[in-house]
């Protein structure tokens, strides 16, 4: 099934464009309806940037909603601050740019790994996870996440049971998935 609708992805670095952008294609949508919002060059922090563009992309993805169907996925580690703690603070860097924050009406997904996506592809590679634990290893490419992809479309689509406690920031995330539904 192909999507017409236009996916904008906010990402804090690569690991994170490649995993959603793949999850997005398995989810259906077309790889051109994708894109991918530049990641910060040099040694910036990706999660800075993550926040400075947020409140920019989410007025821009209102003025567009009226045209052109389309959702905005933003991905950012959620570090010592957790997943509520990322989303307060993307809202409070909203109210201060004098933008509203998201609301259930804005097809507007925010996935918030804790600590970083290595502990998902961790735990969707069939490891225990602890989200108080910050140190998973990383892949060794950032394409190699094709397997854990498919893992968790199957485990959002409710077509896989695992034996491992599922982090909590995954479930909010396949919950955030749910907004992007028809």
Not at 15 to 38: A, D, Y
Not at 66 to 82: A, K, Q, T
Not at 121 to 148: M, S, T, W
Not at 151 to 176: A, F, H, K, W, Y
Request: include cysteine; hydrophobic fraction near 30%; proline fraction near 5%.
């Amino acid at each position: 099934m192909s999507r017409k609708a236009e996916l904008i992805l906010l990402c804090e670095d690569e690991q994170h464009q490649v995993f959603m952008r793949r999850f997005f294609t398995k989810m259906g949508w077309l790889r051109r309806k994708i894109r991918e919002i530049p990641l910060p060059h040099g040694s910036g922090s990706g999660e800075k940037h993550v926040r400075d563009r947020f409140p920019k992309e989410l007025k821009a993805y209102r003025r567009r909603r009226n045209r052109v169907h389309c959702s905005l996925v933003v991905m950012i580690d959620g570090d010592r601050l957790g997943v509520e703690g990322r989303i307060r603070q993307l809202d409070d860097e909203c109210r201060e740019q004098g933008i509203d924050p998201r609301t259930r009406d804005d097809m507007v997904v925010i996935c918030v790994p804790t600590w970083q996506i290595e502990s998902w592809i961790a735990y969707l590679d069939g490891q225990h996870v602890d989200e108080n634990h910050r140190r998973y290893p990383k892949l060794l490419r950032p394409r190699d996440c094709q397997a854990h992809v498919n893992v968790l479309l199957e485990m959002c689509q409710g077509q896989r049971e695992s034996q491992n406690p599922v982090p909590d920031s995954l479930v909010q995330s396949c919950r955030e998935f749910g907004r992007l539904r028809q």
